[in-house]
């Protein structure tokens, strides 16, 4: 399936599994001159994580677009989705249609949602002719006993590797992921992820 994006609104006030005062504890950052920055890292080491595991650790509403319908069943990730809350296809008359009569399994590793009985409507073959619009993250607000130490572990050793190097080359050499991030993150990581 050929996929064209995927984007997420975050919902208001949701708390990164890293909040700042631990960021700075763990950095040795006594002031607030550099909050914002922290801050930026923090939201960066989170998306680094969500995409090498491919699953949200903070609510927020994603879309998905695709130019037209999988042959199958639609995989969903970014999850644990909990909801879908639209499915849009452009028809042949390049009018926009709510698709119905579809099956969801939310609860599967990688959730999937199942065509209708006679398969999935005809879309258009183009760019965002197929919107899928669901809602994934956990739950509760205040997350951090959802999220596993070993996911607060990962987010502070990249984002102490972040603050320390602020650029790709640092000396002459280049810069990587800090090691231990990647198997910290690895007994989260669902459906092979995005290294």
């Known amino acids: 399936m050929r996929y064209t994006g995927m984007k997420r609104t975050l919902v208001g006030g949701h708390s990164e599994p890293v909040t700042l005062d ?38 927020g509403t994603w879309v998905l677009s695709m130019p037209c319908f999988p042959d199958g069943d639609l995989v969903l990730t970014m999850g644990p989705v909990r909801e879908i809350t639209s499915i849009t296809y452009l028809n042949s008359s390049g009018v926009r249609t709510t698709a119905a009569g579809y099956a969801s399994d939310l609860n599967a590793r990688l959730p999937v949602v199942s065509p209708p009985i006679m398969g999935w409507p005809s879309a258009l073959d183009q760019a965002g002719s197929v919107l899928v619009t669901y809602k ?8 951090y006993a959802e999220n596993p130490p070993s996911l607060t572990a990962a987010m502070l050793l990249l984002i102490e590797h972040l ?22 993150l690895e007994t989260m990581r669902i459906g092979g992820g995005v290294a």
């Open 163 to 184: 603050y320390a190097n602020r650029s790709a080359v640092i000396n002459g050499s280049q810069t990587e992921t800090p090691l231990g991030v990647k198997p910290l």
């Open 22 to 59: 631990m960021a700075k504890a763990h950095l040795r950052v006594s002031g607030s001159a550099e909050d914002t920055l922290i801050q930026s890292i923090i939201a960066s080491a989170r998306d680094f994580a969500e995409n090498y595991c491919t699953r949200s650790f903070v609510d």
């Open 136 to 143: 994934a993250g956990p739950e509760n607000a205040t997350i």
